[in-house]
C-alpha cells in the first residue's frame, strides 16, 4: 500500500506543479515577468509540501481506516478526500479549488492502480 499510495503521489505532484505553473503564472500574482522553470519550480515547493507533507498521510490513514467497509468503503474514501481537499481553505484561500482538484484525482488514480494494474500488490 504504501509503495502504492507513493508513486502515486510523484505522479500527482508532477502533474499538478505543471497544470498549476500553466493556469497560474507568478507574475500573475507578483507583477513581475518570470520564466515557466521560475514557476514551475516555486509551485514545486508548495505542491510537493501539500501532496507529501499532507496529502499522502491523509490518503494513508483513510485507506487504513475505511479497509473494512466493504462496499461503503469507495464511497467514505472519497468523501474523507473530498473533505481533507477543503480543510486547508483556511491557509490557500483561492488555490482551494487546486486543493480539491488534487486531492479528488490523488484518490482516482489510486483506486485506478489499486484494481486495474500491478501495483496494487506492492503492499
Known sequence: MLKRKFVVAVMIFVLSSVVISFLCPLETFLGEKSSFLSNLLMVSIYTGAGVFLY????????????????DARFFFAFSFHLIFGVLPVFILWSFTL??????????????????????AKLT
Open 55 to 70: 496529502g499522502f498521510p491523509v490518503s494513508i490513514a483513510i485507506e487504513w481506516m475505511t479497509k473494512s467497509w466493504g
Open 98 to 119: 487546486f486543493s480539491i482538484i488534487i486531492s479528488v484525482c490523488y484518490f482516482l488514480l489510486d483506486e485506478f492502480f489499486k484494481h486495474k494494474t500491478g501495483l
